[in-house]
């Protein structure tokens, strides 16, 4: 598979511009600052519907632009496919693929495939988990679209559990509702990252060795916060319970694979 061409409108410092890429390789070469990496995240959201560098959607809307279009066109092993993605200030994302509307972005995933390497990316051993949380949940997004359904349910239960641990009063009865979805869809989401950062963990230690002509180890160790086990989703749910009266104090979830790391040992 390959990129063909690729449409922008208002995205970013790009008012107007169409590029034609060649098959084989293709460098992209300019001064700071003129949008080589704002391209670059461009193709990205063809693939996943999200960028690399940003949670927010506006950000990349051109300054005093009411919205900004990407439309990306591929050439996989027997056909071509377009990528239309069309994001609007205040009213969410369109995505289209060959023309049709895409209502669930899982359904985008398994279209154009990307794998992106930019100095943010540094930040995964450098700075806290929440970079390393994201570069697992990015990659296994794109290689799992059931990964992503699971990972978009489980936010949305926490972001409710959360929300109702800030009232005054919070019955117990009423957070357990929450507690066995944040069981479900968290026990799936562990043995996921865990079975990734295995692979992860084989191939680096691989290129490692072979960079330092065998003279280091590199050992990349899942850390989930509660603690891999057989029959994961009970062990999650009593975590839970027991976390209560400090999950009230704190009016925010402590326990849960949003709060996993990844550990790394030379």
């Given amino acids: 598979m390959y990129i063909k061409e690729i449409e922008l409108k208002n995205f970013r410092n790009y008012d107007?511009?169409?590029l034609e890429f060649d098959k084989n390789v293709n460098f992209i070469i300019g001064n700071n600052a003129q949008g080589k990496t704002n391209l670059l995240e461009s193709v990205f959201m063809s693939s996943i519907g999200k960028s690399f560098r940003?949670?927010?959607?506006?950000d990349m809307i051109m300054f005093n632009k009411d919205f900004c279009k990407i439309r990306v066109k591929a050439q996989k092993e027997y056909f071509p496919i377009e990528v239309e993605i069309l994001l609007k200030k205040d009213q969410g994302k369109n995505i289209k693929v060959d023309g049709v509307n895409v209502t669930k972005t899982s359904d985008l995933l398994e279209n154009i495939y990307i794998v992106i390497f930019s100095p943010e990316d540094l930040k995964i051993v450098k700075d806290e988990p929440e970079k390393r949380r994201k570069f697992i949940d990015r990659e296994l997004c794109l290689l799992k679209p059931s990964y992503y359904n699971n990972l978009s349910n489980y936010k949305k239960v926490l972001q409710q559990r959360n929300t109702y641990l800030k009232e005054k009063n919070v019955d117990k009865s009423v957070l357990d509702i929450w507690d066995m979805q944040l069981s479900h869809y968290g026990a799936k989401i562990i043995e996921e990252r865990k079975i990734f950062i295995e692979k992860i963990n084989k191939i680096s230690n691989?290129?490692?060795?072979?960079?330092?002509?065998?003279?280091?180890?590199?050992?990349?160790e899942y850390d989930p916060n509660v603690k891999y086990e057989d029959n994961l989703e009970n062990k999650l749910y009593n975590s839970l319970k027991k976390?209560?009266?400090?999950?009230?104090?704190?009016?925010?979830?402590?326990i849960g694979p949003h709060r996993d790391d990844i550990q790394f040992f030379i």
């Fill in 16 to 18: 107007e511009l169409h």
């Fill in 54 to 58: 940003t949670s927010k959607d506006s």
């Fill in 206 to 220: 691989k290129i490692h060795s072979n960079i330092t002509n065998g003279r280091e180890n590199l050992k990349i």
């Fill in 243 to 254: 976390s209560f009266e400090n999950d009230y104090r704190l009016r925010t979830t402590t």
